[in-house]
Nanobody, 125 residues
Framework: QVQLTESGGGLVQPGGSLRLSCAAS???????MGWFRQAPGKEREFVAS????????YYRDSVKGRFTVSRDNAKNILLLQLNGVKPEDTAVYHC???????????????????WGQGTQVTVSS
């Protein structure tokens, strides 16, 4: 499996942009990856996932057209570009690695076996 560390969170104004990074150790390049988020008082929810080879992505409806997930397998880095952020995007964002190598992108939390500690994103004016 892989070990994951997120960074890049912070305070951003509505309509602004932010880029989250997830640094990985281990065999990152063979695992489908995902981003999830958890807002205060709410359950953790799926945001985006990307196939191990970067060819397929999957987003929750509310972030389509605003967020972009990407990866650099040579650098062992997963990215999430947040554009046009809204107050409802405020949450702790976690990256996660699929339980099995070469898994298909999925929104199901149960399919992910390794998790980072998270990075806080706050959208406020």
């Amino acid at each position: 499996q892989v070990q994951l560390t997120e960074s890049g969170g912070g305070l951003v104004q509505p309509g602004g942009s932010l880029r989250l990074s997830c640094a990985a150790s281990g065999r990152f390049s063979i695992y489908t990856m995902g981003w999830f988020r958890q807002a205060p008082g709410k359950e953790r929810e799926f945001v985006a996932s990307i196939a191990w080879n970067g060819r397929t992505t999957y987003y929750r409806d509310s972030v389509k057209g605003r967020f972009t997930v990407s990866r650099d397998n040579a650098k062992n880095i997963l990215l999430l570009q947040l554009n046009g952020v809204k107050p409802e995007d405020t949450a702790v964002y976690h990256c996660a690695a699929h339980r099995y190598p070469y898994g298909v992108p999925t929104p199901r939390e149960i399919d992910f076996g390794s998790w980072g500690q998270g990075t806080q994103v706050t959208v406020s004016s």
